[in-house]
T-cell receptor, first 112, second 115 residues
Framework: DGGITQSPKYLFRKEGQNVTLSCEQN?????MYWYRQDPGQGLRLIYY???????QKGDIAEGYSVSREKKESFPLTVTSAQKNPTAFYLC???????????FGDGTRLSIL | AQSVTQLDSHVSVSEGTPVLLRCNYS??????LFWYVQHPNKGLQLLLK??????LVKGINGFEAEFKKSETSFHLTKPSAHMSDAAEYFC?????????????FGQGTILTVHP
């Protein structure tokens, strides 16, 4: 079955450490997105990418970085510059920017 | 640009009774609209989408929504609630006409279903 796979499901970060969240899709979608969700809040867009080797900052990109070297993969790195990284991170993809987005099951990041 | 307002942050119903989750939209042109559902610690799942082909849209799990231009509404309904419907629901405008590919998510509506 086609879908989006996020890993790991749970991740712990030490102070000053960078961590990378994986997102892989086999839907052949061009567009991919990263969102952050905090308790009681809606989703906020971190980064998005419409095609390989191109990506754009979303509303809360500071302290995060991404790459899009392959169509199927859009990893998110939470850097030590992100001072409040504890949240639920969701990856999504879409055929194009005007189509509904399909979501992975998320990664929950916590601070040790 | 499109925007939506979900009128209720929490809705509580009894199992077997109807569900109504309200969403009003604001747009200067005919919008595309989606309803998503999120169960605890899970990603979002698309329930249904409106893209101007038909005003009454049927989705998964018995949900449907009617696009009413005169009322600028896109309310989500289900005739009979099931315990498994307890989740958070998001009404989301399509990205067309906004920043390329960017969806805007609001606070959502938490649906509680009592036995």
């Amino acid at each position: 079955d086609g879908g989006i796979t996020q890993s790991p499901k749970y991740l712990f970060r030490k102070e000053g450490q960078n961590v990378t969240l994986s997102c892989e899709q086999n839907l052949n979608h061009d567009a991919m997105y990263w969102y952050r969700q905090d308790p009681g809040q809606g989703l906020r867009l971190i980064y998005y990418s419409q095609i390989v080797n191109d990506f754009q900052k979303g509303d809360i990109a500071e302290g995060y970085s991404v790459s899009r070297e392959k169509k199927e993969s859009f990893p998110l790195t939470v850097t030590s510059a992100q001072k409040n990284p504890t949240a639920f991170y969701l990856c999504a993809s879409a055929r194009d920017y005007n189509q509904p987005q399909h979501f992975g099951d998320g990664t929950r990041l916590s601070i040790l | 640009a499109q925007s939506v307002t979900q009128l209720d942050s929490h809705v509580s119903v009894s199992e077997g009774t109807p569900v109504l989750l309200r969403c009003n939209y604001s747009s200067s042109y005919s919008p595309s609209l989606f309803w998503y559902v999120q169960h605890p610690n899970k990603g979002l799942q698309l329930l249904l989408k409106y893209t101007s082909a038909a005003t009454l849209v049927k989705g998964i799990n018995g949900f449907e929504a009617e696009f009413k231009k005169s009322e600028t509404s896109f309310h989500l309904t289900k005739p009979s609630a099931h315990m498994s419907d307890a989740a958070e629901y998001f009404c989301v405008p399509g990205a067309g006409g906004t920043s390329y590919g960017k969806l805007t998510f609001g606070q959502g509506t938490i649906l509680t279903v009592h036995p």
